[in-house]
Protein backbone atom coordinates (compact mmCIF):
# COMPACT_ATOMS: atom_id res chain seq x y z
CA UNK A 1 0.00 0.00 0.00
CA UNK A 2 0.86 3.58 -0.76
CA UNK A 3 2.41 5.57 2.01
CA UNK A 4 0.58 8.91 3.32
CA UNK A 5 1.13 11.97 4.72
CA UNK A 6 -1.03 14.25 7.05
CA UNK A 7 0.08 17.07 9.37
CA UNK A 8 0.01 15.91 12.67
CA UNK A 9 -2.60 18.32 14.29
CA UNK A 10 -5.35 21.31 13.47
CA UNK A 11 -7.82 23.08 14.68
CA UNK A 12 -11.09 24.70 13.02
CA UNK A 13 -13.68 27.08 15.30
CA UNK A 14 -17.03 25.15 15.12
CA UNK A 15 -19.83 26.07 12.44
CA UNK A 16 -16.67 26.21 9.89
CA UNK A 17 -15.82 23.99 7.22
CA UNK A 18 -12.28 21.16 8.88
CA UNK A 19 -10.39 20.85 5.48
CA UNK A 20 -7.74 18.36 6.10
CA UNK A 21 -5.05 17.46 3.59
CA UNK A 22 -3.43 14.49 2.94
CA UNK A 23 -0.26 13.55 0.69
CA UNK A 24 0.17 10.39 -1.69
CA UNK A 25 2.55 10.94 -3.94
CA UNK A 26 3.01 7.60 -4.71
CA UNK A 27 0.00 6.11 -5.20
CA UNK A 28 -0.43 3.60 -8.05
CA UNK A 29 -3.58 3.42 -10.40
CA UNK A 30 -5.35 0.80 -8.78
CA UNK A 31 -5.42 2.60 -5.29
CA UNK A 32 -8.69 4.10 -3.71
CA UNK A 33 -7.91 6.63 -0.74
CA UNK A 34 -10.16 5.88 2.16
CA UNK A 35 -10.59 8.34 5.23
CA UNK A 36 -11.79 6.97 8.98
CA UNK A 37 -11.52 9.06 11.89
CA UNK A 38 -10.95 7.67 15.66
CA UNK A 39 -13.16 9.64 18.52
CA UNK A 40 -10.96 8.81 21.77
CA UNK A 41 -10.87 5.56 23.05
CA UNK A 42 -13.45 4.04 20.40
CA UNK A 43 -12.56 2.13 17.35
CA UNK A 44 -11.81 4.06 13.91
CA UNK A 45 -15.44 4.71 12.10
CA UNK A 46 -15.05 4.51 8.23
CA UNK A 47 -16.24 8.01 6.29
CA UNK A 48 -15.67 7.92 2.70
CA UNK A 49 -13.34 6.86 -0.06
CA UNK A 50 -12.77 7.81 -3.30
CA UNK A 51 -10.68 6.86 -6.86
CA UNK A 52 -10.32 9.68 -8.79
CA UNK A 53 -13.59 11.30 -8.62
CA UNK A 54 -14.74 14.19 -5.89
CA UNK A 55 -17.06 12.07 -3.52
CA UNK A 56 -19.53 13.27 -1.08
CA UNK A 57 -22.15 11.72 1.75
CA UNK A 58 -23.98 12.33 4.55
CA UNK A 59 -20.76 12.80 6.79
CA UNK A 60 -17.66 14.87 4.56
CA UNK A 61 -16.98 15.36 1.06
CA UNK A 62 -13.57 14.07 -0.79
CA UNK A 63 -11.87 15.94 -3.31
CA UNK A 64 -8.85 14.64 -4.72
CA UNK A 65 -6.13 16.21 -7.33
CA UNK A 66 -6.52 15.18 -11.19
CA UNK A 67 -2.99 13.65 -10.71
CA UNK A 68 -4.13 12.12 -7.38
CA UNK A 69 -1.08 12.92 -5.79
CA UNK A 70 -3.36 14.42 -2.72
CA UNK A 71 -6.95 14.87 -1.32
CA UNK A 72 -8.62 16.71 1.20
CA UNK A 73 -11.76 15.41 3.39
CA UNK A 74 -14.33 18.23 4.26
CA UNK A 75 -16.33 18.70 7.19
CA UNK A 76 -18.42 21.22 5.83
CA UNK A 77 -19.61 22.11 9.21
CA UNK A 78 -17.88 21.41 11.99
CA UNK A 79 -19.48 20.23 15.38
CA UNK A 80 -17.78 19.27 19.16
CA UNK A 81 -18.47 15.89 18.06
CA UNK A 82 -16.20 15.88 14.77
CA UNK A 83 -13.17 16.22 17.57
CA UNK A 84 -11.37 13.09 16.43
CA UNK A 85 -8.19 11.51 15.01
CA UNK A 86 -8.64 11.38 11.20
CA UNK A 87 -6.66 8.72 8.93
CA UNK A 88 -6.57 8.74 5.43
CA UNK A 89 -4.98 5.32 3.82
CA UNK A 90 -4.89 4.26 0.59
CA UNK A 91 -5.38 0.77 -0.55
CA UNK A 92 -6.00 -1.27 -3.89
CA UNK A 93 -9.57 -2.00 -4.57
CA UNK A 94 -10.94 -5.74 -5.21
CA UNK A 95 -9.99 -7.51 -8.76
CA UNK A 96 -6.11 -7.22 -7.56
CA UNK A 97 -5.95 -10.58 -5.64
CA UNK A 98 -4.33 -10.77 -2.44
CA UNK A 99 -4.62 -10.09 0.68
CA UNK A 100 -6.63 -6.98 1.45
CA UNK A 101 -4.12 -6.05 4.53
CA UNK A 102 -5.67 -2.37 6.27
CA UNK A 103 -2.52 -0.28 7.20
CA UNK A 104 -3.39 2.55 9.24
CA UNK A 105 -0.52 5.50 10.16
CA UNK A 106 -0.53 8.34 13.09
CA UNK A 107 -3.57 10.30 11.37
CA UNK A 108 -3.96 14.05 12.05
CA UNK A 109 -5.44 14.77 14.96
CA UNK A 110 -8.52 17.56 14.55
CA UNK A 111 -9.72 20.03 17.44
CA UNK A 112 -13.24 21.51 16.99
CA UNK A 113 -13.25 24.98 19.33
CA UNK A 114 -16.38 26.17 20.40
CA UNK B 1 -27.99 -4.87 14.47
CA UNK B 2 -25.14 -6.09 12.56
CA UNK B 3 -21.97 -5.48 14.57
CA UNK B 4 -18.55 -6.35 15.65
CA UNK B 5 -18.30 -7.26 19.29
CA UNK B 6 -15.12 -7.18 21.71
CA UNK B 7 -15.06 -8.14 25.06
CA UNK B 8 -14.03 -7.18 27.83
CA UNK B 9 -13.98 -3.96 27.50
CA UNK B 10 -11.36 -3.61 30.14
CA UNK B 11 -9.01 -6.39 30.82
CA UNK B 12 -6.10 -6.43 34.08
CA UNK B 13 -3.70 -9.64 34.23
CA UNK B 14 -0.63 -10.07 36.18
CA UNK B 15 2.71 -10.74 34.22
CA UNK B 16 3.62 -13.57 32.56
CA UNK B 17 -0.04 -14.37 32.14
CA UNK B 18 -1.24 -15.12 28.90
CA UNK B 19 -5.13 -13.45 28.21
CA UNK B 20 -7.18 -14.20 25.18
CA UNK B 21 -9.30 -11.28 23.92
CA UNK B 22 -12.53 -12.00 22.14
CA UNK B 23 -13.79 -10.47 18.77
CA UNK B 24 -17.08 -11.28 17.06
CA UNK B 25 -18.66 -10.52 13.88
CA UNK B 26 -22.29 -11.19 12.59
CA UNK B 27 -21.78 -9.16 9.28
CA UNK B 28 -21.04 -11.83 7.29
CA UNK B 29 -17.55 -10.93 6.65
CA UNK B 30 -14.55 -12.84 5.31
CA UNK B 31 -11.68 -11.04 6.24
CA UNK B 32 -11.01 -10.25 9.78
CA UNK B 33 -7.64 -7.72 11.87
CA UNK B 34 -6.30 -7.31 14.72
CA UNK B 35 -4.41 -3.98 15.62
CA UNK B 36 -2.78 -2.34 18.48
CA UNK B 37 -2.52 1.11 19.41
CA UNK B 38 -0.37 2.57 22.08
CA UNK B 39 -1.15 6.01 23.79
CA UNK B 40 -0.41 8.86 21.01
CA UNK B 41 0.22 6.55 18.02
CA UNK B 42 -1.47 4.68 14.97
CA UNK B 43 -3.10 1.71 14.34
CA UNK B 44 -0.02 -1.27 14.01
CA UNK B 45 -1.42 -4.67 12.61
CA UNK B 46 -0.88 -7.63 14.33
CA UNK B 47 -2.61 -10.41 12.35
CA UNK B 48 -4.80 -10.75 10.00
CA UNK B 49 -7.79 -13.48 8.41
CA UNK B 50 -8.94 -13.27 4.75
CA UNK B 51 -10.82 -16.82 5.32
CA UNK B 52 -11.26 -19.44 8.14
CA UNK B 53 -8.80 -21.31 9.20
CA UNK B 54 -6.41 -19.16 7.25
CA UNK B 55 -4.57 -15.89 8.85
CA UNK B 56 -1.37 -14.27 8.36
CA UNK B 57 1.31 -12.16 10.50
CA UNK B 58 0.80 -7.99 10.01
CA UNK B 59 3.86 -6.53 11.06
CA UNK B 60 3.84 -7.01 15.21
CA UNK B 61 2.81 -10.60 15.24
CA UNK B 62 5.57 -11.74 17.94
CA UNK B 63 4.42 -12.48 21.03
CA UNK B 64 1.03 -13.00 20.13
CA UNK B 65 -1.43 -15.93 18.19
CA UNK B 66 -4.66 -15.98 16.60
CA UNK B 67 -6.72 -18.70 15.66
CA UNK B 68 -9.97 -18.59 12.92
CA UNK B 69 -12.19 -21.82 13.27
CA UNK B 70 -15.36 -19.81 12.62
CA UNK B 71 -16.27 -17.59 10.20
CA UNK B 72 -17.40 -14.87 12.96
CA UNK B 73 -15.20 -15.17 15.65
CA UNK B 74 -11.01 -14.21 15.38
CA UNK B 75 -9.66 -14.54 19.48
CA UNK B 76 -6.21 -13.00 19.76
CA UNK B 77 -4.19 -14.55 22.55
CA UNK B 78 -1.65 -12.00 24.21
CA UNK B 79 1.40 -14.86 25.16
CA UNK B 80 4.05 -14.24 27.96
CA UNK B 81 6.22 -13.90 25.52
CA UNK B 82 4.90 -10.06 24.13
CA UNK B 83 7.46 -7.66 26.23
CA UNK B 84 5.42 -5.03 26.36
CA UNK B 85 1.86 -6.25 26.29
CA UNK B 86 -0.31 -3.02 28.00
CA UNK B 87 -2.07 -1.07 25.34
CA UNK B 88 -5.66 -1.05 23.48
CA UNK B 89 -6.48 -3.64 20.93
CA UNK B 90 -8.69 -3.43 17.74
CA UNK B 91 -10.63 -6.01 15.68
CA UNK B 92 -12.06 -4.99 12.55
CA UNK B 93 -13.84 -7.35 9.54
CA UNK B 94 -14.65 -5.75 6.29
CA UNK B 95 -15.81 -7.69 3.00
CA UNK B 96 -13.39 -9.49 0.74
CA UNK B 97 -15.41 -7.99 -2.24
CA UNK B 98 -16.70 -4.87 -3.69
CA UNK B 99 -15.18 -1.58 -1.34
CA UNK B 100 -13.68 -3.34 1.68
CA UNK B 101 -14.39 -0.41 4.31
CA UNK B 102 -13.06 -1.78 7.66
CA UNK B 103 -15.77 -2.12 10.56
CA UNK B 104 -14.23 -2.06 13.84
CA UNK B 105 -14.79 -3.00 17.45
CA UNK B 106 -14.81 -0.46 20.45
CA UNK B 107 -11.55 -1.99 21.52
CA UNK B 108 -9.99 -3.86 24.61
CA UNK B 109 -7.85 -1.95 27.03
CA UNK B 110 -5.32 -4.65 28.16
CA UNK B 111 -3.29 -3.79 31.37
CA UNK B 112 -0.46 -6.20 32.63
CA UNK B 113 0.45 -5.34 36.29
Known amino acids: DAKTTQPTSMDCAEGRAANLPCNHSTISGNEYVYWYRQIHSQGPQYIIHGLKNNETNEMASLIITEDRKSSTLILPHATLRDTAVYYC???????????????FGIGTKLQVIP | DGGITQSPKYLFRKEGQNVTLSCEQNLNHDAMYWYRQDPGQGLRLIYYSQIVNDFQKGDIAEGYSVSREKKESFPLTVTSAQKNPTAFYLCASSRTTGFPEAFFGQGTRLTVV
Open chain 1, 89 to 103: IVRVGFNSGGYQKVT
